[in-house]
């Protein structure tokens, strides 16, 4: 075996293989898309329900927030189906 087979052998070698890069981009992916929704839901429901920022949440921003949150999240769930039962039909 020349060099050039023995140095392309070893780099073949020491690097992951597809499946290992397609499960590190899509846990990447799943974290930035849930750093997303956070953010979304965070910037979104905090302004809808807390009108005067104190130290603390009334009961009354504390369940706005919470329902605000469960809307969110179903409506999210809701796109999310059809978008993936829109995908299957193609």
Do not use: W
């Amino acid at each position: 075996m020349d060099s050039f087979s023995s140095a392309s052998s070893s780099m073949s070698d020491s690097m992951p293989s597809n499946d290992v890069v397609m499960d590190q981009v899509k846990q990447q992916l799943a974290h930035a898309y849930a750093e997303e929704f956070f953010a979304t839901v965070r910037d979104k429901c905090f302004a809808k329900c807390v009108t005067k920022p104190g130290s603390s949440l009334s009961n009354s921003e504390s369940s706005c927030i919470s329902r605000c949150v469960d809307r969110y999240i179903e409506a999210t769930g809701v796109v999310s189906r059809a978008v993936v039962s829109g995908l299957s039909r193609q």
